[in-house]
């Protein structure tokens, strides 16, 4: 797969996680053009193209960014920060897949834009489901807008 086929970006630290966030996803057939990235510097360089992800095309982004929050080097809500003030990567949906339920991670992420919080359920089948449906929904029925033209109407 290209890096400028791109579909679903998540961001995971946990191994564990990331492997049943993809095998949910394959159930409804969303992992072919999915990119795994562990921790949010290396997430930031992939949306902007940079470090090892120099040569990929910086206007071929994600459809869907599955963010853990907590994570080394750059945690989640800075990743989504600086997701949501860049223009080119702000109309991106980001669904924030976490453990943490504590009601000030949830606010923040809210502030900072995020598009679905989910905390991750603790018994397989229901995670399974959980990032199923949510991938279903994404990529396949909700409607992003279209890129807004910059000429004169």
């Known amino acids: ?10 961001v995971e630290d946990n191994p564990t996680d990331a492997e049943l966030t993809m095998r949910a996803l394959k159930r409804k057939n969303l992992i ?9 510097a290396e997430a930031l360089d992939f949306l902007f193209a940079k470090g090892k992800y120099s040569d990929r095309n910086m206007n071929d982004l994600p459809k869907l960014i599955l963010l853990d929050l907590r994570m080394p080097k750059v945690d989640g809500l800075e990743v989504l920060h600086e997701i ?16 943490s339920k504590e009601d000030r991670d949830i606010v ?3 502030k900072l834009g995020v598009n679905s919080y989910v905390s991750k359920p603790v018994e397989f089948d229901e995670f399974i489901d959980a990032v199923s449906t949510m991938g279903f929904y994404w990529i396949l029925i909700n409607k992003p807008p279209s890129e807004v033209s910059h000429g004169t109407d």
């Open 32 to 40: 072919n053009k999915l990119v795994w990235v562990k921790d949010g």
């Open 1 to 10: 797969m290209s890096l400028d086929e791109i579909e679903i970006l998540l």
């Open 84 to 99: 949501k003030a860049d223009d080119r990567t702000k109309r991106i949906p980001v669904v924030v897949l976490t453990s």
């Open 108 to 110: 923040e992420s809210y």
